[in-house]
T-cell receptor, first 117, second 116 residues
Framework: AQKVTQAQTEISVVEKEDVTLDCVYE???????LFWYKQPPSGELVFLIR??????QNEISGRYSWNFQKSTSSFNFTITASQVVDSAVYFCALSEARNNAGNMLTFGGGTRLMVKP | GAVVSQHPSRVICKSGTSVKIECRSL??????MFWYRQFPKQSLMLMAT?????????EQGVEKDKFLINHASLTLSTLTVTSAHPEDSSFYICSAREGQANYEQYFGPGTRLTVT
């Protein structure tokens, strides 16, 4: 069974601070995908990144960066120089093949990030 | 590309009535659609997976007779909450995937259901 754990339920930072959101996953598959989504107050999920299990290269996209460590089963997300608009709930998710019925996506519990001006 | 819409975005209904929520893939054919439920300040929980033309597969603990899912075409899936009760009030989100080999799911904007 797959599982995603986001130990931080809420984080509060002051604008311009850097913040890292942790994500630890469990899976028996050797092939899987990891995702991060942002959910602003409007509720719509915003896709941020997808990373497959064979690609451990870190990725940077503007103020966002991701650190994938297979050895520790972690896929952490860092926001540099946070802004008020970054305030949202962030979900880490894992997708692995399940039978032939398709791939199910398991979400972590989410981390609520509050960036104060 | 890869846009998924949901209708309605918000609905309020009385206890005992049924509510239908539509999920549409606007610019691609969705072989598989997923329905999630999200209670306030909680994560998304998968309710069911539906493949076009076949019966939905429900997750453990989800009543198939209460949450009717129909995926009659490659661009439309519907979720009907039958005999709704206040505890069914939640945020319902659908997602769609194009093709079996594609791990990417595209999410709809969600439907907030309030049962009074």
């Amino acid at each position: 069974a797959q599982k995603v754990t986001q130990a931080q339920t809420e984080i509060s930072v002051v604008e311009k601070e850097d913040v890292t959101l942790d994500c630890v996953y469990e899976t028996r598959d050797t092939t899987y995908y990891l995702f991060w989504y942002k959910q602003p107050p409007s509720g719509e999920l915003v896709f941020l990144i997808r990373r497959n299990s064979f690609d451990e290269q870190n990725e940077i996209s503007g103020r966002y960066s991701w650190n994938f460590q297979k050895s520790t089963s972690s896929f952490n997300f860092t926001i540099t120089a946070s802004q008020v608009v970054d305030s949202a709930v962030y979900f880490c998710a894992l997708s692995e093949a399940r039978n032939n019925a398709g791939n199910m996506l398991t979400f972590g519990g989410g981390t609520r990030l509050m960036v104060k001006p | 590309g890869a846009v998924v819409s949901q209708h309605p975005s918000r609905v309020i209904c009385k206890s005992g009535t049924s509510v239908k929520i539509e999920c549409r893939s606007l610019d691609f054919q969705a072989t598989t659609m997923f329905w999630y439920r999200q209670f306030p300040k909680q994560s998304l929980m998968l309710m069911a997976t539906s493949n076009e033309g076949s019966k939905a597969t429900y997750e453990q603990g989800v009543e198939k007779d209460k949450f009717l899912i129909n995926h009659a075409s490659l661009t439309l899936s519907t979720l009907t909450v039958t005999s709704a009760h206040p505890e069914d009030s939640s945020f319902y989100i659908c997602s769609a995937r194009e093709g079996q080999a594609n791990y990417e799911q595209y999410f709809g904007p969600g439907t907030r259901l309030t049962v009074t």
